[in-house]
């Protein structure tokens, strides 16, 4: 049932058996799996249904300077009913949609060759949690397999010695995220959704073993407490470490944290241009790497590095997607004329940031010949970031929701093909999320990002470019032009907005802040469902291991409380 916080009394302690912190796509799933177990519910959500500009503005952080440009995590996730959810962008017949992908088994394993890699637990464990967090999609899928999406028209890429492979990729619909369960949240008896309240603090017990209650403030000012048996926290790799250093009455590090591991090992995925594919052949023969639709499911591929060839290269996981283009490319057009491609490691671009956020301040900018100078000298970055991306320059078939394939006259109209590799990063200690001293509206210290991008990274993304381009054209599909710049890879977003490994899971409390079944550790009833527990982050989207492991964590707590 909807319960509006406008209903509770000033300082009054709501008791119940569970509560969700969170409901975006980890906190709708885990309360589906509640729904009819018998057990008292509360689902705690800092927005409402519609956008709200000051609640928003309650997820804004604190970002390092740095030419990584990693941007402000205020517009990383949205604060409403439906979390991350509503920022969906694969348009599936005018829906809103995300791409959904299991991890692959090499994803959970100790790689030697990075370091902090390897989870406790394995695919094998995850694997009947996909099957589960599939059907809360409803979309008809029960195989993970891509033999039954190949057909005569829509065929595998050949590639000689197997030097690539494909992984099916599908869609899940945010209606039935936020209209399916959400609707069977709002009918139920045993389950209270409050909306426009905040957890800004974990109260403990004298030893911080156990949490007693969530502190919640609204932005009326209006404050309450959650007395709950069991706590999961199922906010995103922002706000869950953001939430356990919050809670330092009794924990004066912040709860989980004897270690100092909250907050640290921040990944993110970035999004680097491959390069541009000129087939030996038309476009039809790259349909299986568009949308196909059949009923309520829809499927794509997506070529990927095979786990030998990682392994003996010592790579990160990649997974490569593929968008036809027209030979005639008013973007790409812009591109040659302007720049050599939008990269957020553009140095012009970061000294014109500089420049501009120290004059809004009113300040001088520490350097600002040098910052002119590079301003000047990548002026053509500029109009590009500027110009190209303006709508009218936009074909409508972009590299998430395609729909090239069923274009009219497709083979006339597409000459080329953009590749774009989704880019594991390496777990780094040093990559983080603290405290700043800057408060929200509610009281609640800001996060402040700590970001760089690593050799590592940049290596194993060169290598990726490499091992694809030589794939393309020893198979004789085609020529693939390989996209850098200053013999880097051409960054186009350093985030796909897919922060994860900020409460990362460890068997040993040393080496992380949840145990294999996501559980604080030290804490006998806190849990975490979110991308912060992952330990590696893999290159596949994050929502369906995201909804798996809250699947998950819903059975460890229904185990606690006697109805496992």
């Known amino acids: 049932m909807l319960v509006s916080p406008h209903s509770i009394p ?72 439906g979390g991350t959810s509503v920022q969906w962008d694969v348009q599936v017949h005018g829906t809103k949609n995300c791409h959904l992908a299991t991890f692959d088994p090499i994803d959970f394993k100790k790689r030697d060759w990075m370091p902090h890699s390897g989870w406790p637990i394995d695919y094998d464990t995850m694997h009947p949690y996909y099957l589960r967090a599939l059907k809360l999609w409803e979309t008809g899928i029960d195989s993970l397999e891509m033999a039954p999406w190949v057909s005569d028209e829509r065929k595998l890429l050949d590639f000689k010695d197997n030097t690539l492979e494909t992984k099916l990729y599908m869609t899940g619909s945010q209606a039935a995220l936020t209209e399916g369960i959400g609707g069977r949240i709002k009918q139920s008896q045993n389950m209270r959704l409050i909306m426009k309240a905040n957890a800004v603090e974990l ?54 944290n004897d270690n100092g591991l909250v907050g640290r090992f921040l990944m993110d995925r970035q999004i680097v241009k491959t390069g541009t594919l000129f087939p030996n052949q038309p476009i039809s023969a790259f349909g299986l790497y568009d949308l196909q639709h059949r009923g309520l499911s829809h499927v794509l591929g997506k070529l990927a590095i095979p786990q ?32 050599r491609g939008t990269t957020f490691r553009s140095p012009a671009y970061y000294s014109l940031r500089k420049i501009v956020r120290d004059l809004r301040a009113r300040q ?29 320059l936009q074909i409508p078939y972009n590299r998430d929701s395609g729909g090239w394939y ?40 800001k996060p402040k990002v700590e970001f760089r991008w690593r050799d590592f990274d940049i290596r194993s993304a060169l290598g990726t470019q490499d091992i694809v381009q030589k794939a393309f054209e020893q198979s004789g599909i085609g020529r693939l032009r390989v996209e850098r710049r200053d013999g880097l890879p051409l960054v186009t977003q350093m985030t796909a907005h897919h922060p994860a490994g900020t409460a990362r899971m460890a068997d040993d409390p040393k080496q992380g802040v949840v145990d294999r079944n996501c559980r604080v550790h030290g804490v006998s009833n806190l849990y975490v469902a979110s991308s912060a527990v992952f330990t590696t982050g893999g290159c596949a989207p994050p929502t369906l291991t995201i909804v798996a492991m809250a699947v998950r964590v819903v059975d460890a707590v229904k185990q606690q409380l006697g109805k496992g």
């Open 10 to 81: 000033d300082q009054q302690t709501l008791n119940t058996d569970v509560c969700i912190i969170g409901a975006g796509p980890a906190g709708l799933a885990a309360a589906q799996e509640l729904l009819d177990s018998g057990l008292d519910v509360i689902l705690l959500e800092s927005g409402g249904e519609e956008p709200d500009a000051a609640t928003q503005q309650l997820a804004a952080g604190v970002s390092e300077d740095t030419p990584d440009l990693y941007p402000d995590i205020v517009w990383s996730h949205d604060r409403r009913f």
């Open 364 to 392: 001088m900018p520490e350097r600002p010949l040098h910052h002119l100078l590079k301003v000047l000298g990548g002026i053509d970055d500029l109009v590009f970031i500027k110009v190209a991306r303006a709508p009218w």
């Open 308 to 339: 030998k060839t990682l392994e003996e290269r010592h790579l990160m996981n990649t997974s490569i997607g593929l968008n036809a283009q027209p030979a005639f490319s008013r973007v790409r057009l812009a591109q040659r004329l302007f720049g």
């Open 203 to 256: 109260d403990t017990n004298e030893d911080a073993s156990t949490v007693t209650g969530v502190k919640v403030a609204c932005l009326d000012g209006r404050r309450f407490t959650i007395a709950a048996k069991q706590v999961i926290l199922a906010q995103g790799g922002f706000q869950v470490p953001r939430l356990l250093l919050a809670s330092d009455r009794v924990a004066k590090n912040g709860l989980g």
């Open 406 to 445: 069923e274009a009219p006259h497709r083979d006339q109209f597409f000459k080329v093909i953009d590749l774009y590799q989704i880019a594991e990063q390496s777990p780094d200690p040093d990559n983080r999320i603290t405290l700043s001293d800057e408060r929200d509206a509610t009281g609640m210290r």
